[in-house]
């Protein structure tokens, strides 16, 4: 049996999470972490002017404070100006501080757990995986600050990134199993669209059953680079507010014009 514990962090464009899986003598438990306003920690760094004038990275943030949210889009720039910031600011020193502190909670909200044991697995969105600047300066950001807050010491531990799409999938894969098994010899194809704050991920993929029907093998994973239209999670929620508006001005509870065309 699997004996090492495993911290899964989701990097989001809005909102970053986490969540630690380990075996309890023989049974799997999953427990998320909880932060101070739920389980999503927002995804955000804050800007100050020091007494130069000068912008930068600040803990505390002021009345005059700006931030931006494009932590994990903005490691496409590596070692260049960070998109949401001035150009001093680079694209992984804002990542960086945004994953020390994002980190830092996690130890303190999980001091229960023993974290410096666990392996890290990260997820990342897949069309950005065709961009070198962008993998090295996601795997070279985690590893270090994972080493500076988690991995204490000597102890140095497993990083593994995953596509986003396919960690989605995994628990309406097991539900699915469970609901229509799979006869023991035959497959199923899975078609997944995640759609993020920032990006949109499509996975596709093959499950076979092996000749008994008890273990499943997950097998030619496709992710299409490009898509017709870049679907973003700001889309989805526009369209969904536009169809709740109308029905709702379809009912007489809207004050104002209605919506033409």
Not at 131 to 151: D, G
Request: net charge negative.
């Amino acid at each position: 049996r699997v004996q090492t514990p495993w911290l899964s962090i989701d990097l989001g464009t809005d909102g970053t999470c986490a969540a630690v899986s380990f075996l309890d003598g023989y049974v799997p438990r999953v427990v998320s972490v909880i932060f101070e306003d739920g389980p999503i920690y927002p995804s955000r760094v804050y800007l100050s002017p020091d007494m130069t004038g000068t912008w930068r990275l600040t803990d505390s943030p002021s009345p005059d404070s700006l931030y931006t949210t494009l932590i994990k889009m903005g490691l496409r720039f590596g070692e260049g100006a960070h998109p949401g910031c001035p150009d001093h600011i680079s694209a992984t020193e804002v990542a960086r501080f945004f994953l020390k502190r994002f980190l830092l909670e996690v130890r303190e909200r999980m001091a229960w757990f023993p974290l410096e044991e666990a392996n890290v697995l990260v997820s990342f969105p897949p069309r950005l995986a065709t961009l070198p600047r962008f993998v090295s300066a996601l795997r070279s950001t985690f590893s270090e600050v994972l080493r500076e807050v988690i991995w204490v010491g000597d102890r140095s531990g497993l990083l593994r990134f995953r596509e986003e799409a396919f960690l989605v999938a995994v628990p309406s894969l097991f539900h699915d199993l469970e609901v229509q098994p799979l006869s023991p010899g035959t497959s199923r194809y899975y078609w997944v669209m995640d759609f993020g704050g920032g990006t949109t991920d499509v996975c596709g993929f093959l499950c076979t059953a092996d000749s008994y029907g008890e273990e499943h093998t997950v097998s030619h994973l496709t992710y299409p680079q490009r898509l017709a239209h870049h679907l973003a999670g700001n889309d989805v929620t526009r369209a969904f507010y536009d169809l709740l508006y109308r029905h709702l001005d379809d009912l007489g509870l809207v004050l104002g014009p209605s919506i033409e065309g």
